[in-house]
């Protein structure tokens, strides 16, 4: 089955900076790769998310990157801002199934 | 729309007891699923299914059961409680299957075994 890598599982950065998370994947079917933000106590939630057939993808202050060759993504976050802090976990989803593979996770904090 | 909810939120069972933890949603979603979050360990799949009357395992299905009579519901069944158990359930939903579909999560279900 799929197995996701995700790195790094914690990442401080101060406010005004980038930050980027990476992930990794092992299935070459995998088609879809949603990134997911998950506030203390609350659900995680869908903040961007990049198919196979696209290389980039962005949305205001959150970028997405896939390189299918190498089979790895990133999220890629500018202009960090104290809400920014949270858990951020990549996920990977292959073929026609709705199941999704999810990364380990990585808890951000940003600092002042 | 409520969208996808859970209950309880919070549980304690002793080991060896039985509970249902509850999922429902009202967006007439055909696919849902069951995850556990586990600290370090990301959410991992328990058990899904792709429309009422048919449901699949997961990654981690052992000592859990799940059944899907209609759209809406997909409870989630310990049969027997083991301290292995104690996590934090999330139920989730997406209107189909495939690249594309968001799948929305409920708000969880702190379970603790002891």
């Known amino acids: 089955g799929e197995n996701v890598e995700q790195h790094p599982s914690t990442l401080s950065v101060q406010e005004g900076d980038s930050a980027v998370i990476k992930c990794t994947y092992s299935?070459?079917?995998?088609?879809?790769f949603p990134w997911y933000k998950q506030e203390l106590g609350k659900r995680p939630q869908l903040i961007i998310d990049i198919r196979s057939n696209v290389g980039e993808k962005k949305d205001q202050r959150i970028a997405v990157t896939l390189n299918k060759t190498a089979k790895h993504f990133s999220l890629h976050i500018t202009e960090t801002q104290p809400e920014d802090s949270a858990v951020y976990f990549c996920a990977a989803k292959t073929g026609t199934a709705s199941k999704l593979t999810f990364g380990t996770g990585t808890r951000l904090q940003v600092t002042l | 729309n409520a969208g996808v909810t859970q209950t309880p939120k919070f549980q304690v069972l002793k080991t060896g007891q039985s509970m249902t933890l509850q999922c429902a949603q009202d967006?007439?979603?055909?696919?849902m699923s069951w995850y556990r979050q586990d600290p370090g360990m990301g959410l991992r799949l328990i058990h899904y299914?792709?429309?009422?009357?048919?449901?699949d395992q997961g990654e981690v299905p052992n000592g859990y059961n799940v059944s899907r009579s209609t759209t809406e519901d997909f409870p989630l069944r310990l049969l027997s409680a083991a301290p292995s158990q104690t996590s934090v359930y999330f139920c989730?939903?997406?209107?189909?299957?495939?690249?594309?579909?968001?799948?929305?999560f409920g708000p969880g279900t702190r379970l603790t075994v002891t």
């Open positions: 299935d070459s079917a995998s088609n879809y």
């Open positions: 967006m007439n979603h055909e696919y």
């Open positions: 299914s792709v429309g009422a009357g048919i449901t």
């Open positions: 989730a939903s997406s209107l189909g299957q495939g690249a594309g579909y968001e799948q929305y």
